[in-house]
């Protein structure tokens, strides 16, 4: 089955109300600012979501670097900078 509700292309592996389905999706919404399409999976009791984008959301990269979370070194001095360019990376 397939629904368009707030803008936001819905499928769905069976038939379900359509209160059902805009209660995914008002949920979705609330969630993912920019939610494109939902596909629900009906398997029993159970409902498997899958959700997308309507454009590419930006990645920033975390890591944690001697005890601090951070996305990028800019704000490290020297020594933390010396410390980071001295670690082993590891391959994965």
């Known amino acids: 089955?397939?629904?368009?509700?707030?803008?936001?292309?819905?499928?769905?592996?069976?038939?379900?109300?359509?209160?059902?389905?805009?209660?995914?999706?008002?949920?979705?919404?609330?969630?993912?600012?920019g939610l494109?399409?939902?596909?629900?999976?009906v398997d029993g009791d159970f409902v498997d979501v899958e959700y997308r984008y309507d454009q590419d959301v930006p990645f920033e990269r975390i890591r944690r670097i001697t005890g601090y979370l951070v996305g990028t070194l800019?704000?490290?001095?020297?020594?933390?900078?010396?410390e980071e360019s001295d670690r082993v990376k590891h391959n994965v």
């Open 36 to 41: 494109y399409a939902l596909n629900l999976k």
């Open 1 to 33: 089955m397939e629904w368009q509700i707030d803008g936001v292309a819905v499928t769905s592996t069976e038939a379900l109300e359509e209160d059902e389905v805009r209660a995914y999706v008002d949920l979705y919404q609330e969630k993912c600012p």
């Open 74 to 82: 800019d704000r490290f001095n020297d020594a933390k900078r010396a």
